[in-house]
């Protein structure tokens, strides 16, 4: 059975961090481009950071861009997402895909709150 489960979101303080991961089971990432994105209520589902499979490179939404960081560990069959010094417009529900060609999986979603 094919699943990605996210976890690691929560409520943080403006100017917090929080580690988003994304554990994959029933397949293997490796040969996945994997993307990180965000829906906020009352807004469209957008990019927030991707990672290409082999090479590794990266590539994220501008405003997120110096704070965040994407990272995959083909072994744990894992991806990550390092958020630091989170703002407000940064909350918002985070989901997990991992796409090859005409093969597209997602996650659940996590719930990232930011707010004092």
């Known amino acids: 059975q094919v699943q990605l489960v996210e976890s690691g979101g929560g409520l943080v303080q403006p100017g917090g961090s929080l580690r988003l991961s994304c554990a994959a089971s029933g397949f293997s990432i490796s040969a996945y481009a994997m993307t990180w994105y965000r829906q906020a209520p009352g807004k469209e589902r957008e990019l927030v950071a991707h990672i290409t499979d082999a090479a590794g490179s990266t590539n994220y939404k501008e405003s997120v861009e110096g704070r965040f960081t994407i990272s995959r560990d083909n072994a744990k069959n894992t991806v990550y997402l390092q958020m630091n010094s989170l703002k407000p417009e940064d909350t918002a529900v985070y989901y997990c895909?991992?796409?090859?060609?005409?093969?597209?999986?997602w996650g659940q979603g996590t719930q990232v709150t930011v707010s004092s």
């Open positions: 895909n991992a796409h090859y060609y005409f093969t597209s999986y």
